[in-house]
DNA sequence: AAGTGGTCTAGACCACTGC
DNA sequence: CAGTGGTCTAGACCACTTC
């Protein structure tokens, strides 16, 4: 591990410990390089990773304030369906509706980067947490990855885990459309709730570490089932945010 | 401006115009540096500018690879809802339903950092895009700025803009949970909308500079008139992302 | 083996905050 | 005016990717 993410470790664990209070301010960048023996540049590194998390923030001229102590389970990092569900607490598990091959869409080739009517595997997935169903998945993934998706246990619990063991994949960027729609017959059905009330909508594209599309999404969660949490600030700066005006 | 915003603000107008192509490669640290005559630490504020909107990603030992060309109108920065709208295009109105000061609740208490049961000012408002109602926002402020806020002109546009000007406040940190609920029979009426249709529910909690809590907030948008988007990536590092492993 | 990004250091100057 | 964060430099070494 590398010695700003043991410094953001520190500082983590003693706002956690109530040593800096929601609310105080936290050391001077000068001060945490003499206690840890390391640069102030090791220590910015570090302090900038706990402001992308959240948890402090800052202006030129005054000192580090802390703003949280929790670390927001959110949307800075790519989480799994089942990552995020192991995470929280609960047991994920699901089972595949549908599976098809077919050729793509206009719309869907411009965002998996395929040529339209490109072959596509088309896959619809309920999935469940403690047992009780919470989303309708509908995944569109690109030919090249097909095989592999279709090699998969239709019970798996976690797609991004098989996909990583069985062929090195790894979903590395994300790009999400949040918003509310009204449940249509299946979904109502599939989700017991009653046709017209509202679901979660989350809409997805993934890209592979070499920026190559892997699938699109079409995720409908019941509501009251999921909250997504998202902490930002004015004008965020990842190395060392900075408070502007409101414009 | 500093010297990497510009480096970055060249680096973004080179992607958009195509020279750096989605899921292409960005030239190497070390030629930028040369290309723009800044050291590699400058050169590596800019391309982390860059992928901190989602627009590049990078993995050890590799060039870095454009992912999008689009700046995402997203949740790396906080803004007001007239400043979100001004920005897509929209002309931002509203209007205030109803102002009152009231003991707090307990977990406003919490929220907000004061006192339980200390006087708090609860506003509801009804705000429009181009006329059109989409959201009613129910804000609970705390005691110290409830005199500036209920100073404000009732169809004042953006309740952010006015507080800066008037006291100088700086809505600097915001903390958002967002899902979907169905409309009750008020909010059905207000927004043109049937009882129980789907709603996008964003909760906030907006901290000033200093890092005191200003407003807890309870928004509820008609389904189809906004959408939330966000970019992300595994193991979010704020100098240079990195990729991991799922797990 | 060469190229490239990730980490770290030591020092400098400036703009802003707080007293 | 002293303290502090924001920016920038020049150089170093390592881990990983690419060819």
């Known amino acids: 591990m590398a010695r700003y993410e043991q410094i953001a470790g520190d500082l983590r664990d003693a706002i956690v410990r109530g040593d800096y209070p929601i609310g105080g301010r936290l050391p001077s960048e000068a001060d945490l390089a003499v206690r840890h023996s390391a640069s102030r540049g090791t220590v910015r590194q570090a302090v900038a990773l706990l402001a992308a998390e959240g948890l402090v923030g800052s202006r030129q001229g005054a000192r580090r304030i802390v703003l949280g102590s929790e670390r927001s389970q959110s949307f800075t990092e790519l989480h799994s369906f089942a990552q995020w569900a192991r995470s929280m607490g609960y047991r994920a598990s699901g089972s595949v509706l549908s599976s098809r091959r077919r050729p793509c869409a206009p719309a869907e080739a411009v965002r998996l980067s395929v040529e339209p009517g490109e072959e596509v595997l088309d896959v619809r997935r309920l999935r469940r947490l403690d047992g009780e169903p919470v989303l309708v998945e509908h995944t569109v993934y690109a030919g090249w990855i097909a095989p592999a998706v279709e090699r998969l246990d239709p019970e798996c619990e976690s797609v991004t885990q098989e996909l990583y063991e069985s062929v090195g994949l790894v979903f590395a960027y994300g790009e999400h459309l949040i918003d509310a729609v009204a449940a249509g ?63």
Chains 1, 2 share one sequence.
């Open 185 to 247: 017959a299946g979904e109502a059905r599939l989700l017991g709730v009653r046709r017209g009330s509202p679901l979660l909508r989350q809409r997805r594209t993934t890209t592979s570490q070499e920026g190559r599309p892997v699938e699109c999404s079409d995720d409908r969660y019941r509501a009251g089932s999921v909250t997504f949490s998202i902490r930002n600030s004015t004008a965020a700066n990842p190395l060392g945010r900075r408070a502007g005006e409101p414009g």
